[in-house]
T-cell receptor
Framework: GAVVSQHPSRVICKSGTSVKIECRSL??????MFWYRQFPKQSLMLMAT?????????EQGVEKDKFLINHASLTLSTLTVTSAHPEDSSFYIC??????????????FGPGTRLTVL | RKEVEQDPGPFNVPEGATVAFNCTYS??????FFWYRQDCRKEPKLLMS???SGNEDGRFTAQLNRASQYISLLIRDSKLSDSATYLC?????????????FGKGTTLSVSS
């Protein structure tokens, strides 16, 4: 399967700082990338979907001004958690897909980034 | 109502046991169906797709009933290495195309 990387794998920061997480598709071009968040013992919750070169589409309840997503190229998407607070502490996982043709194309997941805000 | 619902478990079974997980989904527009496996503090990994005709991969059998919007996973001859959280997943249309929507997961613990 295709490989998706995330960086950093773990970050600990003080409340009020901003944190940028990078997601890269290493051996394929990802038309669409997804960002998920998972709290302990909860399911992965879709935060937003981004198509290369266009603005991200956020799920209901996700603040677009707090979670800034940039998908500037077919191999890179970034998620910036602005002014992070302890309640933002979570496991953030990105996923990449080649293209959506109406039928299913597999989503490949990154290894995740564990964010802890003190 | 949540899009995908699963019994969270945990299911604690001995090695060699057969265990079944159930899942229901609420949106009839769901297009594709999957079971993923997630180990502690790791990303989810695709276990198998689920088809209406039912499909089998070794010790794992998945079934889909579109009429009742129900998905199942059967694991035979459980191994210690099967211990993980099993996520029921559907592919749903959204504003940006389609996206995978996850259930909360069912935790399986296989003991010797």
């Amino acid at each position: 399967g295709a490989v998706v990387s995330q960086h950093p794998s773990r970050v600990i920061c003080k409340s009020g700082t901003s944190v940028k997480i990078e997601c890269r598709s290493l051996d394929f071009q990802a038309t669409t990338m997804f960002w998920y968040r998972q709290f302990p013992k909860q399911s992965l919750m879709l935060m937003a979907t981004s198509n290369e070169g266009s603005k991200a589409t956020y799920e209901q309840g996700v603040e677009k001004d707090k979670f800034l997503i940039n998908h500037a190229s077919l191999t890179l998407s970034t998620l910036t958690v602005t002014s992070a607070h302890p309640e933002d502490s979570s496991f953030y996982i990105c996923s990449a897909r080649v293209e959506d043709r109406g039928s299913y194309n597999e989503q490949f997941f990154g290894p995740g980034t564990r964010l802890t805000v003190l | 109502r949540k899009e995908v619902e699963q019994d969270p478990g945990p299911f604690n079974v001995p090695e060699g046991a057969t265990v079944a997980f159930n899942c229901t989904y609420s949106n009839s527009a769901s297009q594709s169906f999957f079971w993923y496996r997630q180990d502690c503090r790791k990303e989810p990994k695709l276990l198998m797709s689920v088809y209406s005709s039912g499909n089998e991969d070794g010790r794992f059998t998945a079934q889909l009933n579109r009429a009742s919007q129900y998905i199942s996973l059967l694991i035979r001859d459980s191994k210690l290495s099967d211990s993980a959280t099993y996520l029921c997943v559907v592919n749903l249309p959204n504003q940006a195309g389609t996206a995978l929507i996850f259930g909360k997961g069912t935790t399986l613990s296989v003991s010797s």
